[in-house]
């Protein structure tokens, strides 16, 4: 990742993903709370770097007005499930969404996306959620590889 926002906030979930691994067999049901915990955390990081994306390539494509006005719709988008993504694609650039379409139905990027809201919705909400942690670190890794995907789109650079 790019952003250095991004890229420390994804180095936080890692970090407390690897504390969470080391609870030992015993320890199934704290397993499962951190599982659910890091699962809230992972939506989190996928909305903000759908608005952080975004937003970057605004500022550096657009006036200050407009890139003012695209920081705004965009940080009200919340839980985007990957439909989202393309919504957003489109809006800028509809070449952008057919290509990423082709890219998030490749190796379950779609579901890793989809996964990690629907669950946080059901976490959020007191449900049941069938997540664990190796589910949440495998669904990052593919979330991640949206998110530099759509970087490379907008041809970001490092912040």
């Known amino acids: 990742m790019r952003s250095r926002t991004l890229s420390s906030q994804h180095q936080r979930l890692t970090w407390l993903l690897d504390q969470a691994r080391q609870f030992n067999s015993e320890q199934l049901e704290l397993q499962a709370h951190w599982a659910r915990y890091l699962c809230v955390l ?7 770097a759908l608005a952080d994306v975004y937003s970057r390539y605004a500022r550096s494509s657009a006036n200050l007005y407009i890139s003012n006005f695209v920081e705004s719709t965009l940080g009200k ?12 694609a489109r809006a800028f650039n509809k070449d952008w969404e057919d ?20 669950n ?7 449900k049941d959620s069938g997540i664990s942690l190796v589910r949440v670190s495998d669904y990052l890794g593919k979330s991640v590889q949206v998110i530099e995907y759509i970087e490379n789109q907008c041809g970001l650079s490092s912040d």
């Open 42 to 48: 992972a939506a989190g990081f996928i909305e903000n």
């Open 77 to 88: 988008i919340q839980n985007p499930k990957s439909n989202r993504f393309l919504e957003t």
């Open 99 to 118: 290509t990423l379409r082709d890219f998030l139905d490749t190796d379950g990027r779609r579901e890793a996306i989809d996964s990690i809201m629907a």
């Open 120 to 126: 946080r919705h059901l976490i959020a909400h007191g």
